[in-house]
């Protein structure tokens, strides 16, 4: 099956800070999604980004589909942006996908006031 | 619009023992997703239903593991007997449809159910 591998692991920042999280995936897909998981566990969509740029408000993100990589940015970090981020893919099975979202590890953030 | 319910939030039994879980999805959605994460890693499928008929289900342990979504709209999952190693975050989800449209296939998650076995 096709694999997803977040990078980095672990990240710590000041308040105020940026940051860039990165997803490579293995295989061609036709939908990408990113997941904020807050302390509380709930998973909060971001964005829906199989390939391009999207952005809203401090959050942005860029799919490479060529390339087989995403991109997740954080500006001006705050406390609240605190928690587990997720990329999750569904593979390009001949151009229908099955909503099957296969998840990467994840990028655990956490950030200081 | 309402988003999708999960319920219990919280659940600790014994092993051995069974227990249920009860998901409603986004209204109008067709296509309905459960998912298990394990403390630590990201959530793993277990099945996943278009309307009343499952479409994958090759990772559910079906020894233990059972579930069902009769009307096409909520669904229910059922562990039993439950197993040290079923403790987890069973997320439910849904989609407006499994098929590839542009947003068709947006997953939208529930707040999970946590079952811890002792």
């Known amino acids: 099956g096709i694999q997803v591998e977040q990078s980095p692991p672990d990240l710590i920042l000041q308040e105020g800070a940026n940051s860039t999280l990165r997803c490579n995936f293995s295989?061609?897909?036709?939908?990408l999604q990113w997941f904020h998981q807050n302390p509380w566990g709930q998973l909060i969509n971001l964005f829906y980004?199989?390939?391009g740029t999207k952005q809203n408000g401090r959050l942005s993100a860029t799919t490479v589909a060529t390339e087989r990589y995403s991109l997740l940015y954080i500006s001006s970090s705050q406390t609240t942006d605190s928690g587990v981020y997720f990329c999750a893919v569904d593979p390009n099975a001949g151009g229908t996908s099955y909503g099957k979202l296969t998840f990467g590890q994840g990028t655990i953030l956490t950030v200081h006031p | 619009e309402a988003g999708v319910a999960q319920s219990p939030r919280y659940k600790i039994i014994e092993k051995r023992q069974s227990v249920a879980f009860w998901c409603n999805p986004i209204?109008?959605?067709?296509?309905l997703y459960w998912y298990q994460q394990i403390l630590g890693q990201g959530p793993k499928l277990l099945i996943q239903?278009?309307?009343?008929?499952?479409?994958?289900d090759s990772q559910l342990p079906k020894d233990r593991f059972s579930a069902e979504r009769l009307k096409g709209v909520d669904s229910t999952l059922k562990i039993q007997p439950a197993k040290l190693e079923d403790s987890a975050v069973y997320l439910c989800?849904?989609?407006?449809?499994?098929?590839?449209?542009?947003?068709?296939?947006?997953?939208?998650f529930g707040a999970g159910s946590r079952l811890t076995v002792l």
């Open positions: 295989d061609s897909v036709n939908n």
């Open positions: 209204s109008g959605h067709a296509t």
């Open positions: 989800a849904s989609s407006l449809t499994g098929a590839s449209f542009s947003g068709a296939n947006v997953l939208t």
């Open positions: 980004i199989p390939s």
């Open positions: 239903f278009q309307n009343n008929g499952v479409v994958d």
